[in-house]
C-alpha cells in the first residue's frame, strides 16, 4: 500500500487532481453513484492507493466452492474474479456490513484506476448470501455433485461482464472489479458520507 501525503491546505485538490487524472474510464459512470468497498484503513489515512491483491484466498467462503466458482469464471470471462478482482458494492449500506463500525470504521470510496472490467448479478446481490443463507448451506455436501451443482448456482446469476458499471451501481449489489490498482478515499473524508459524496459528485462532474 502507498500512502498518498498531502498538506492539508492541498489536500482536497490535490485528491480530485489525482482521480481525475488516473481514474478517467471510471469518471463518466459516477453519475450514477460510486463505488464502495468496506475496508479498514490505517489511523489517519483518508486517502490511499492500493495495489490489487491478485491470488486472493477466500475468507468468507469455502476453499472448495471459492475454487469452483473461480475456475468457472476463468474459463467463461478468462478472469477468475474470485480471486482476482476487487470486492466493491453500489451501496454504502451493504460495505458496512463488513466494517467495524463500534470502532469507527468506515466504508471507501473505490476508484479504479485505468481500465478495468467487472462482473455482477442482477439477481444475486451478494454471492456468499445467495449461497449460504438462501440455497446451499455452508457445511453441505462437498463433493462433485455438490460441485457441479454450484456450477448451475452460478450460471442461474446469469453474471455480466463489462466495463460500464453505471447499472451494477444503480443495481446496488456486489460488483467484483478486474483492476490492478486503486484509490480509496474514506467515505468521511468530509465528516460523513453524506458531505463527502456531495462533494466528489460536485468536484468529479465539473
Known amino acids: ?3 498518498i501525503n498531502l498538506l492539508e491546505s492541498e489536500e482536497d485538490n490535490l485528491v480530485i487532481q489525482l482521480i481525475k487524472r488516473d481514474c478517467t474510464y471510471l ?3 459516477i453519475e ?3 463505488l464502495y468497498r468496506g475496508m479498514k484503513l490505517r489511523p489517519g489515512e483518508k486517502f490511499v492507493r492500493k495495489k490489487v491483491h491478485k491470488q486472493r484466498p477466500p475468507k468468507d467462503t469455502r476453499h472448495s466452492d471459492h475454487t469452483v466458482i473461480d475456475n468457472y469464471f476463468k474459463e467463461t470471462f478468462g ?3 474470485r480471486s482476482e478482482a476487487l470486492f466493491c458494492t453500489g451501496s454504502y449500506m451493504q460495505a458496512e456490513d ?3 463500525l463500534t470502532t469507527g470504521e468506515t466504508p471507501s470510496f473505490v476508484f479504479p484506476i485505468g481500465k478495468f472490467t467487472a462482473l455482477y448479478s442482477e439477481k444475486y446481490e451478494d454471492m456468499n448470501t445467495s449461497i449460504y443463507d438462501n440455497y446451499f448451506g455452508y457445511d453441505f455436501g462437498g463433493d462433485e455433485a455438490r460441485n457441479k451443482e454450484m456450477v448451475e448456482f452460478i450460471k442461474r446469476g446469469e453474471y455480466i461482464e463489462t466495463s ?6 444503480k443495481d446496488g449489489g456486489e460488483i467484483m472489479v478486474a483492476c490492478d490498482y486503486y484509490y480509496a478515499l474514506s467515505a468521511k473524508y468530509y465528516g460523513s458520507h453524506e458531505a463527502t459524496y ?3 459528485k460536485r468536484k468529479l462532474l465539473e
Not at 164 to 169: H, K, M, T, V
Open 1 to 3: 500500500m502507498k500512502l
Open 27 to 29: 469518471l463518466p459512470q
Open 32 to 34: 450514477y453513484g460510486f
Open 79 to 81: 478472469v477468475g474474479y
Open 98 to 100: 463488513y466494517v467495524d
Open 164 to 169: 460500464d458499471i453505471s447499472e451494477a451501481i
Open 198 to 200: 456531495e462533494w466528489l
